[in-house]
């Protein structure tokens, strides 16, 4: 039996779709607040589009975390080096496996990692090209702590992608008589 690297890192995969959203909303504010036309309601879109470009940065630290375990310590840091967290293994209790919703994979389930503390940290599907390989990995290192199931995962998987269908069909019936009248 072969000896277990010491060292194990797990890159995210390169979010320049989320990353260019970020931007569109940076250009678009900077864009509306800079305008000749600018009044309140342009302000407010600007403002609003900015903040939505600041977070988007964070969220995107936040959601695509670099793992690096060797020997006792754990390294989460984040796509921009916005956050850095480390934690030794005996600070961390263990992992779960979380369901959660999404657009892009439904109902899914996801891994979190529990800190003795409390905090937990998130890693979400999109974020890794090889999710089974992350399974695998917190597998041998950490604990199992159970799962977590989503209390409306029916709801879910059955109404919202026709909710969805729904509310972009009415959007087009809205666009279509906006455009004909």
């Known amino acids: 039996m072969s000896k277990e690297p010491d060292i194990i890192i797990i890159k995210p995969v390169s979010p320049i779709i989320w990353v260019a959203f970020a931007l569109f909303f940076g250009v678009m504010s900077i864009l509306l607040l800079t305008s000749p036309y600018l009044d309140f309601v342009m302000t407010f879109l600007g403002v609003f589009m ?7 940065f964070f969220f995107i630290d936040y959601s695509f975390l670099r793992i690096h375990i060797s020997g006792k310590v754990v390294e989460l840091t ?9 934690l030794k293994r005996e600070e961390i209790r263990g ?18 990692v529990v800190s003795k503390s409390g905090k937990t940290f998130f890693f979400p599907k999109i974020a890794y090209n090889n999710y089974d390989q992350l399974g ?10 159970g799962t977590i199931e989503l209390s409306n995962a029916k709801f879910y ?16 019936i809205v666009a279509i008589l906006k455009y004909v009248s």
């Open 78 to 86: 984040g796509c921009f080096n916005f956050r850095k967290i480390t």
């Open 157 to 172: 998987k059955r109404w919202m992608p026709m909710l969805t269908l729904l509310s972009g069909l009415i959007a087009l």
């Open 50 to 56: 900015l903040i939505a470009c600041i977070l988007s």
């Open 136 to 145: 695998r990995i917190l597998e041998s290192h950490f604990k199992y702590l």
């Open 95 to 112: 992992y779960q496996i979380k369901e959660r919703y999404d657009n892009h994979n439904g109902v899914h389930r996801a891994f979190q």
